[in-house]
């Protein structure tokens, strides 16, 4: 019965399912947003012929998962907030799994008087014999930190080996995905039967080749190919790696026999005597193991002196404050999920895939993207709108958002005022940092509906944070725009919200009025400055379009940013009060009209449209992210500035 399992596991990962991987059999390869350049990239790129790459056989027989039983980080000494950062992840994403430090070999002080031999050739590779003597140093301590991991998996449970157990090695700077026990399930039961490691996080580049199926690839070489990929490198990172308990002897031995280099290359090269570890690597959209250096030392283990990090312990683990729910589990405590929302999110995403990239896209606040006055055929359904157009009756106020008063940003709107010689009021708003949401300084429920989006469990702490620094934030100035209007305030008055890295030139109230009067009168919202593609279905005329979800596509971001906006006096009210229906979430997904959720939208449901390309007049000044700054510190540059 377990061979017939076996064999039918690998019947479903034969040549049907090799028939939708991308780039095979002739599937198309989509472009897929990269964490790591913060763009886009092809989801896989093809081996040149000149590389010498070959195809792996690979074993056509299933493994069948089992749970892993210990999970080990790699930590320097004294490295205490790496450290609490990665027990907070073992924690919150790998509850029942058993999670301990291996401290790491010192380049400094333990290279020097170590026996190489004992866990490796002796000798390094060539390429690194050009560094310095303290950069060789580093790469070599990487590298025996790994192989003295495995070695002592080996030396305190030998019945591991028997037994055939499965251990995670990770790197101290790692996050590990909410839904780990999930899905690796799922990728062990997609893992050939001949795998020794299992690659779990990367940042490199993916070989069409190497795809096993829509789970896996193999961790094959060459990780250089010139004509395929420039200088990229195929499946850099050595994030965190599963070690199968059997083959531990065997992949031992062939430690002993590679040059020390890059880790990573050592669980993809043959070794000096033609031996190789049979690893796998975990396809984009299946990875579980990402990086970060947030509230944590700040330098990678390649450099010679590690960088000081801000570590807040509210930040990755517990808090006490009731309002401070974002820190914790994400799927326990005070968290709850906005079923409605989040169904009729994921139905506008095609797929889990999709669901990935785009929370990875929404975390960067620029995403570099191909932007185009329009793209057809993604959204299909008309938009409604009034077909009178509004009547310009002025700018009441101009408000921007801004989290420090001094340093660039500050002086970037003293600037802007003094240039356009302002005679109208320019109120400054104080944003909300990830700090004041963790010390429970903010009421989220008085702009929210208190729950979160069920897409931001995928999100880092540090991002969920901020996310709703700026959600708040955002709030916060659209309710000082509400306090400001009284009964002789005309409805239809502009007052224009700014955050404090844009810029426009002189004769923006002309452009303005021409937007506005070419905007139908049911307009509550006008994007000005933003960032995202538009729909072309939703274009009202040559100056405005309707800003409608879906927001993502393949790739494809719309109607991203809120760099400027404009907003009826009249509106005000109802804006927040389609707030506070709204989970916290990102902003952008609920300045859209119809609260981003089309046909399924109740109670209040916006209007907003946004100018097109050409017309758009507030752009932003390249100041770092807004999302940077609402992290709660000026950096040294800024508070010098």
């Known amino acids: ?61 299933m493994f069948q998962s089992k749970r ?23 924690r919150l994403n790998a509850k029942g799994i058993p999670c301990k430090k291996f401290t790491a070999v010192e380049a400094e002080k333990d290279i020097p008087t170590m026996d190489l031999k004992q866990y490796s050739s002796g000798k390094t590779t060539d390429w690194m014999k050009g560094a310095t003597k303290s950069r060789q140093h580093i790469f070599m301590a990487i590298f025996l930190s790994n192989v003295k991991a495995i070695q002592n998996i080996a030396d305190s449970d030998p019945d591991g080996i028997k037994n055939d157990d499965i251990y995670l090695i990770m790197e101290d700077d790692s996050t590990i995905g909410h839904d780990f026990h999930k899905k690796i399930r799922q990728i062990l039961d997609h893992t050939p039967d001949d795998w020794q490691t299992l690659r779990l996080g990367f940042w490199g580049k993916v070989r069409c080749e190497d795809r096993v199926n829509l789970y896996v690839g193999a961790l094959q070489y060459p990780s250089v190919d010139k004509k395929a990929l420039g200088n990229d490198h195929f499946y850099s990172g050595n994030q965190g790696y599963l070690v199968r308990g059997s083959a531990i002897p065997e992949i031992l031995s062939i430690m002993k026999e590679h040059d020390m280099g890059a880790i990573e290359n050592a669980f993809m090269y043959p070794s000096t005597q033609g031996r190789q570890i049979i690893s796998y690597v975990v396809a984009p959209e299946m990875r579980l193991l990402g990086m970060t250096h947030d509230g944590i030392e700040g330098a990678s283990k390649k450099q010679d002196k590690p960088r000081g990090g801000n570590f807040k312990k509210h930040g990755l683990l517990e808090t006490k404050s009731k309002k401070t729910f974002l820190s914790g589990n994400r799927r326990e405590q005070d968290i709850q999920a906005e079923d409605t929302w989040a169904t009729s999110r994921r139905s506008r995403t095609s797929s889990r895939a999709d669901a990935v990239a785009f929370i990875e896209a929404r975390e960067q606040s620029h995403p570099r993207q191909e932007v185009k006055e329009c793209l057809p055929d993604i959204k299909k ?52 940092t990830k700090q004041d949401i963790t010390k429970g300084l903010v009421d989220v429920s008085e702009f929210s509906n208190g729950k979160v989006a069920e897409y931001m469990a995928d999100y880092s702490p540090h991002t969920r944070l901020v996310t709703t620094a700026i959600f708040m934030s955002h709030a916060r100035a659209l309710k000082t725009v509400e306090e400001a209007i009284d009964e002789n305030t005309d409805p239809n008055q502009v007052f224009i919200i ?144």
């Open 381 to 432: 359904t008309m938009p409604q709108f009034s077909q009178n157009m509004s009547t310009y009756n002025g700018t009441k106020k101009f408000l921007y958002i801004s989290v420090n008063k001094m340093g660039s940003r500050s002086s970037n709107m003293q600037n802007l005022i003094k240039s356009q010689s302002f005679k109208l009021p320019a109120l400054r708003v104080q944003g909300y």
């Open 498 to 641: 700014l955050e404090d890295d844009a810029w426009f030139e002189a004769g923006w109230e002309k452009k303005l009025q021409t937007l506005i009067e070419h905007t139908p009168d049911d307009w509550d919202m006008l994007k000005l400055g933003y960032w995202g593609n538009r729909h072309c279905v939703d274009k009202v005329n040559h100056y405005i379009y309707q800003a409608n979800a879906p927001t993502y596509d393949k790739g494809t971001l719309f109607y991203q940013g809120n760099t400027g906006y404009a907003v009826r006096a009249g509106s005000v009210n109802r804006i927040l009060t389609a707030l506070k229906q709204n989970p916290l979430m990102d902003v952008d997904g609920s300045f859209l009209t119809d609260n981003g959720l089309g046909a399924d939208c109740t109670g209040t449901c916006l209007k907003v449209y946004a100018a097109s390309m050409k017309k758009v007049f507030i752009v932003d000044r390249n100041l770092g992210t807004f999302r940077a700054d609402l992290k709660g510190k000026a950096s040294k540059k800024q508070q010098s500035a």
């Open 1 to 61: 019965m377990q061979m017939q399992a076996l064999v039918l596991l690998a019947v479903l990962a034969g040549p049907s399912a090799a028939a939708n991987l991308p780039g095979l059999h002739g599937a198309p390869i989509k472009m897929i947003y990269d964490p790591h350049t913060t763009g886009l990239s092809p989801e896989c790129n093809h081996a040149s012929k000149e590389s010498g790459y070959f195809k792996r056989n690979n074993s056509k027989v």
């Open 68 to 90: 892993v039983k210990q999970m080990y980080f790699i930590n320097r000494k004294e490295s205490f907030k790496r450290h609490n950062h990665m027990m907070s992840e073992c």
